[in-house]
């Protein structure tokens, strides 16, 4: 029988810091449910994460954990091609390339940019400018239809169709022209301490990592931040109430509780019992993604095996790619 051919997405995170919840519920988590639709690559993206610099044991470290944990969250890499980006070099190869298509004054205009050269002011190196090529290598290498990411990365997947399109215009139909594809609200995670920005790796405090232990767990959902008039009733404002909404978020993303079930289930017992009760709630649900992650490192056989693995199957779709850019801008062939 003819199988219909599934469409194929690409996406990645940079293990430039331990992954936690919102990676988790925002990314990471919705990957394992495509698994089975589509064609999926997945990819710790090391190399990105030069452009700042890395302790080289730690950044070694997290990638390698960071594998563990895709598998430990439910991306089995029998369905999944699982890799790391640098074990793939068409990436660095097709960067190149893509570097000679994209413009100076449109990799100026990027937002991920101007922030973080503002945060690196001593190192505002190449790399960090460059960063989007080698993004779009990543992504068209694969011919996928959709690309899963953040909205802070849609400006970057909106520069690599462009990039696309110009190559397409000048040698023909080289790269499928790919889409974000962004989750609606509700997967956006806040930071407990700070419930009007976003969870993040840079602001330790207010952010649960997947590995944390349940005690710290316990401490920081006890600390979030709710609000500060003296209603003391769990109800969804996001807008009167950032904080009480963040919790409401994360324990209905958890649990599979409705907004209003929640509601109902903390009727009248004010946040000294909800703040605890999520705090238990995200426990039970990282536990076995913790243990999990704890198994799969231990069995480094295992884990070289699917990190082998997977950058045989990208390589091979990665370098049919490649074979046909370098022939259309005129580089000789090997064999
Ligand atoms: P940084 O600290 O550099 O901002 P980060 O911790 O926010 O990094 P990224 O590497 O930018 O994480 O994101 C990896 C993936 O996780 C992306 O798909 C992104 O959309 C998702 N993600 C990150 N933070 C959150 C969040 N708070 N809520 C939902 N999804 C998130
Ligand atoms: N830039 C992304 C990580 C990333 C990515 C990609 C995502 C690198 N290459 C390709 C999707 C597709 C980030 O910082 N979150």
Redesign the pocket.
């Known amino acids: 029988m003819n199988e219909m051919k599934k469409k194929v997405m690409v ?1 990645g ?2 293990p ?2 331990d992954l ?4 988790y ?4 988590k919705n990957w394992a449910e495509l698994s089975d639709e589509f064609d999926c690559y997945y990819f710790m993206a090391d190399l990105h994460t030069l452009t700042v610099r890395q302790d080289p044991a730690a950044l070694r470290r997290r990638t390698l954990t960071q594998l563990a944990q895709y598998i430990a969250c439910g991306l089995d890499p029998e369905k999944n091609t699982l890799f790391i980006q640098s074990h793939v070099p068409a990436h660095s190869e097709l960067g190149w390339i893509l570097n000679c298509y994209t413009m100076f004054g449109e990799l100026s205009r990027m937002t991920q940019f101007k922030d973080k050269s503002a945060k690196n002011s001593d190192n505002i190196n190449g790399g960090l400018f460059t960063y989007p090529t080698l993004m779009a290598a990543d992504i068209l290498l694969y011919q996928p239809d959709l690309v ?6 849609k400006q970057h997947v909106e520069l690599t169709r462009d990039i696309a399109q110009r190559f397409n215009n000048i040698y023909g139909e080289t790269f499928k022209v790919p889409e974000p594809y962004i989750r609606k609200v509700g ?5 407990l301490g700070t419930p009007t920005s ?6 330790p405090n207010g ?1 649960v990592f997947l590995m944390d232990s349940p005690d710290d767990i316990a401490r920081k959902f006890k600390r979030a931040v709710t609000d500060s008039d003296r209603e003391n009733c769990v109800r969804f404002a996001p807008d009167e109430k950032p904080g009480v909404a963040n919790l409401m978020n994360i324990y209905s993303s958890v649990t599979g509780k409705t907004f209003d079930e929640i509601e109902k289930e903390f009727a009248g017992q004010g946040y000294g019992a909800f703040k605890p009760a999520v705090g238990e709630a995200v426990i039970d649900c990282l536990r076995p993604l913790r243990e999990e992650t704890d198994r799969i490192l231990k069995d480094k056989a295992y884990l070289e095996s699917v990190y082998k693995e997977g950058a045989a199957k990208a390589s091979y779709v990665a370098n049919k790619t490649m074979r046909k850019v370098k022939k259309k801008v005129g580089l000789v062939a090997q064999s």
């Open positions: 996406s995170i940079q430039s810091g936690h919840l919102g990676n519920l925002g990314a990471v899963p990411v953040g909205e802070d990365q997967a956006r995670i806040m930071s976003k969870m993040s790796k840079s602001d952010c």
